[in-house]
């Protein structure tokens, strides 16, 4: 159990079992791109939001286990540049819902059947409500639901083969009828479908809700013709006694609310503030959701650019990842900068450009765990990577904004080459005036004006590398919680030129200085630091 032998054998057995077909795949694959007179390399994706070379997939395969849903993720995070949110890819049938935080997608182990394999998955939960959900609903008078929406989805215009109404010309809905219908032997015979004059049917569909109440935008993928939503929504009403914006109201609640469920389970279990999440929606049934969902939860959204190919362009602009695990009892520095190493070379060899390599650890004493993360950028992207630089005062703006702040009530605290740290006051006011809750915030942005880091109440120091050692403890000895479970260190981020390195994941002080001391050896000693400290308790 302690070296997780049997984990460790099922996911060897499975690698072993796909390795045959896996190879012959990659290379026909390759062969095919080669002989387009395609020059760039083939890079696979990967269920943990990287990329890999070919020549990793003739090895290790299983990695591109449940890697579908990680192409959106990834284009979020590089070309959405999202640093903290719940993002919301809508298809025609699902939602998949993830989160975002500290630039890095939440991860967990990998289930097949039930069982626990040896490798991470970005942690996607997946819903049988999208864009194209069909709508149930109880028709028949001596139902107890009689005129009311009984569901939303699973079931989807696609798989039964329909058409949705909003995307039918409104001249159709003329002499039309509404019909029940059994889209599949396994559904129940009351999807609401339009039979127009001519004997074609259409699907009612979340996406006409939307466009009917507005939530679909100009240059939203999803969007249809209102005036068709309306007459089929019309056409349902009459049955159900209702108004038809009012049953478009509910389709979207009921759909919507399943959504919502998820987000607060999401929110719970990674302890997201709840004024610092955002939803972003990529997918092309983004704008059929996530307005709604948005305001539901009383939550900011936003639709991503481009939201409709978010998955291609996810793929095109993933990192390179690879994570190294190692079972040690009490871990020594020398002991986690040995396996730091192993990851950042395993990242190097799927493809990555050697000093673009960044490594995260994290030490778990409870599994006596040590774990590293490697992340870097293929020789294109880096060429393609730069982003207009921003004055201060923008990026106090863009600050201000997140924190839902004046400009004026937000402080710059520290700075590096790469990064602004900004500091802010909420200042909430209960009981007729006669409380008051101050809360304290951190945002860090890169010198574009995204947010790459936000936090609560935070310690926040600047130094340099000759009297880093010195800060790093004093940071540790001042912020560190003693409690029942022991004591907790405070996370820990060290800002360095363009670089935010994210020590939190390591159990003590010895492991961070070591660790800092590899990660910037090759810089001056009077280089600018800056130390951000967070209590675990904020």
Do not use: W
């Not at 097949?112 to 028949?140: E, F, K, P, Q």
């Not at 900011?300 to 291609?312: G, K, L, M, T």
């Not at 839902?404 to 209960?430: I, K, P």
């Amino acid at each position: 159990s302690l070296y997780g032998l049997r984990v460790r054998t099922r996911t060897a057995v499975i690698n072993a079992a796909i390795l045959p077909k896996m190879i012959e795949t990659a290379e026909m694959t390759e062969r095919c791109v080669k002989d387009t007179g395609i020059r760039a390399p083939l890079m696979i994706m990967r269920s943990d939001g990287g990329v890999m070379s070919v020549g990793e997939v003739h090895k290790r395969p299983i990695l591109t286990m449940l890697s579908g849903p990680a192409a959106g993720i990834a284009g979020a995070l590089m070309h959405e540049r999202v640093s903290d949110g719940i993002f919301i890819e809508v298809g025609g049938t699902s939602a998949d819902i993830s989160v975002i935080r500290d630039g890095n997608p939440a991860t967990r182990p990998a289930r097949l059947n039930g069982h626990r394999m040896y490798l991470n998955t970005l942690d996607v939960r997946t819903l049988g409500v999208g864009g194209g959900s069909m709508i149930r609903a109880a028709l028949s008078s001596g139902s107890l639901d009689a005129g009311k929406i009984v569901d939303v989805g699973p079931r989807s215009a696609h798989i039964a083969g329909l058409g949705y109404t909003c995307f039918a010309e409104p001249e159709e809905m003329i002499d039309a009828r509404i019909e029940l219908m059994q889209p599949t032997a396994s559904d129940a015979a009351d999807h609401v479908v339009v039979k127009t004059a001519a004997g074609k049917r259409y699907a009612l569909t979340t996406t006409c809700a939307a466009n009917l109440l507005g939530y679909v935008q100009a240059g939203h993928f999803a969007l249809g013709n209102k005036d068709a939503a309306a007459r089929a929504f019309a056409l349902l009403a009459e049955r159900c006694g209702a108004a038809a914006e009012q049953l478009a109201e509910q389709v979207l609640d009921v759909g919507c609310r399943k959504i919502a469920a998820t987000i607060d389970e999401l929110m719970a279990e990674y302890q997201l503030a709840r004024d610092q999440v955002v939803l972003v929606g990529g997918g092309g049934g983004a704008a059929s959701l996530v307005p709604f969902t948005a305001r539901l939860m009383r939550l900011e959204h936003r639709i991503a650019r481009n939201h409709e190919v978010i998955s291609p362009i996810g793929v095109a602009l993933a990192m390179v990842r690879d994570t190294v695990e190692r079972n040690l009892v009490d871990p020594t520095p020398d002991d986690i900068l040995r396996v730091r190493r192993e990851a950042a070379e395993a990242a190097i060899a799927a493809g990555a450009v050697a000093d673009s390599v960044e490594v995260q650890v994290e030490v778990d004493k409870r599994r006596n765990l040590v774990r590293a993360t490697a992340l870097g950028t293929t020789e294109m992207k880096r060429r393609d990577g730069e982003h207009k630089t921003l004055t201060v005062a923008d990026c106090q703006a863009a600050a201000a904004r997140s924190m839902r702040l004046r400009d004026e009530e937000v402080t710059l605290a520290a700075e590096t080459a790469g990064h602004l740290v900004f500091t802010g006051e909420q200042v909430e006011r209960t009981f007729f005036g006669l409380f008051t809750t101050r809360r304290q915030l951190l945002r860090v942005l890169d010198r574009s004006g995204v947010v790459r880091l936000q936090r609560g109440a935070a310690r926040v120091s600047s130094t340099t590398l000759a009297s880093l050692t010195d800060e790093l403890t004093r940071a540790v000895e001042q912020l560190t919680d003693y409690g029942d479970a022991g004591r907790a260190l405070p996370d820990l981020f060290l800002l360095a030129g363009a670089r935010i390195l994210n020590f939190s994941g390591l159990a003590d002080l010895a492991q961070i200085t070591g660790l800092a001391e590899v990660e910037l050896r090759a810089l001056d000693p009077l280089t600018k630091l800056v130390v951000i400290a967070c209590p675990k308790h904020d």
